[in-house]
T-cell receptor, first 113, second 115 residues
């Protein structure tokens, strides 16, 4: 069964600090991996999409890495801001079914002043 | 640009009642999806549509029905609401199939409580 596990479940950081979120998956075969940001009470918004050949992808202060060999991805948030407080969701596609994505449960990040 | 619009935002239903969650998108996307999000769980696909007149079941379709009479609209109907359907529902759309690597756009969510 395809699974996506995210860690930690939640974390609290001080404004201006960095943090790294982890995503491990068992989805196979692998097509692409996405990171979404979901603000409280809102829908998910795409941050990055990475395919098999991409190791790193950045979007402003967000940098995602992918190791397809170990089936791990990370999302690094640099110089955190209060607006970074949200849930970050890792989503993996196996490519075999166009309409099947495996969603992680998310990591809740709280940035404090 | 409105994107994906869902209504209502919040709703409380009694067990056995029926209701329809509305979803419309203005991006001319062919592909539309309905997900549910339960606490501590990843999103689960309920139904999807590849174009007007074409729908298919996702991972958790029981208790739901959909229709797609136009490209813009993809309503989700709950028949005989049960407490297990208490959840947050998200409508989404994309230009190409979601696994192709293109961006999926989500609505703001509909919070449904069945009591």
């Amino acid at each position: 069964k395809n699974q996506v596990e995210q860690s930690p479940q939640s974390l609290i950081i001080l404004e201006g600090k960095n943090c790294t979120l982890q995503c491990n998956y068992t989805v196979s075969p692998f097509s692409n991996l996405r990171w979404y940001k979901q603000d409280t009470g809102r829908g998910p918004v795409s941050l990055t999409i990475m395919t098999f050949s991409e190791n790193t992808k950045s979007n402003r202060r967000y940098t995602a890495t992918l190791d397809a060999d170990t089936k791990q991805s990370s999302l690094h948030i640099t110089a955190s801001q209060l607006s970074d407080s949200a849930s970050y969701i890792c989503v993996v596609s196996d490519g075999s079914n166009d309409y099947k994505l495996s969603f992680g449960a998310g990591t809740t990040v709280t940035v404090r002043a | 640009n409105a994107g994906v619009t869902q209504t209502p935002k919040f709703r409380i239903l009694k067990i056995g009642q029926s209701m329809t969650l509305q979803c419309t998108q203005d991006m001319n996307h062919n592909y539309m999806y309905w997900y549910r999000q339960d606490p501590g769980m990843g999103l689960k696909l309920i139904y999807y549509s590849v174009g007007a007149g074409i729908t298919d079941k996702g991972e958790v379709p029981n208790g739901y029905n959909v229709s797609r009479s136009t490209t813009e609209d993809f309503p989700l109907r709950l028949e005989l609401a049960a407490p297990s359907q208490t959840s947050v529902y998200f409508c989404a759309s994309s230009y190409t199939p979601e696994s192709s690597g293109n961006t999926i756009y989500f609505g703001e969510g509909s919070w449904l409580t069945v009591v």
